[in-house]
């Protein structure tokens, strides 16, 4: 059976930094998602524990059509407008009515794998996991990395208008609730960071 997962959530912090280690990832303006794949059975569970199968059927399917037997990841759907900035508010249509990808399955964490708990392993092992299994998939992408200097990367965020940025610790195993492993820098004025994880757990 495969085991049910408590999401890993970052400690915002007020700015930017670099340290030797820590990798840097666009902080997506999505809804958190675990995804389950338990042969063709995929559910894609949001943090309240509803399951938006139906509503994304696109990424449901692409996830179904992995070819490894059991599954959990960690990623956000996000809608890109453009430019490849995400865009939360057109989550809840399913088309909106301007240029934009559809729902994509934007995916950061492998916690589980054909049998065995990944949680325990660093991230560093998890990403070449996670980029291996979802290698060629439509709709399924890893989550874009910046810049290896944390800095530089923050530079990024604000050249491409991203939300921010979330720095991770590659040596950092996968373990539920608010961590320090995991820091993330949301651009000023961009949404206070409560009221961001306050919708989040609203989906």
Do not use: C, N
């Amino acid at each position: 059976m495969i085991p049910e997962y408590a999401l890993m959530i970052p400690t915002q912090v007020p700015e930017p930094f670099h340290r030797d280690g820590w990798v840097y990832e666009e902080k997506v303006d999505g809804w958190r998602i675990l995804a389950y794949k338990d042969g063709a059975r995929v559910q894609l569970m949001s943090p309240t524990g509803i399951d938006h199968a139906r509503r994304f059927p696109d990424v449901t399917a692409s996830i179904a059509a992995l070819s490894v037997p059991t599954l959990v990841l960690d990623g956000e759907v996000a809608i890109f407008d453009e430019q490849l900035r995400s865009r939360f508010e057109w989550l809840p249509h399913a088309k909106p009515d301007v240029l934009a990808t559809p729902p994509i399955y934007m995916a950061f964490d492998a916690l589980y794998r054909a049998g065995e708990d990944l949680t325990d392993r660093p991230l560093e092992d998890r990403r070449v996991l996670l980029e291996y299994v979802i290698a060629g998939r439509d709709l399924i992408i890893p989550a874009r990395r910046l810049a290896r200097d944390g800095l530089a990367a923050w530079a990024q965020v604000l050249g491409k208008g991203y939300e921010g940025y979330v720095a991770k610790d590659q040596a950092s195993p996968y373990h539920g609730g608010v961590t320090r492993s995991w820091l993330t820098v949301t651009v000023p004025g961009w949404t206070d960071p409560e009221d961001g994880w306050a919708r989040v757990r609203l989906v």
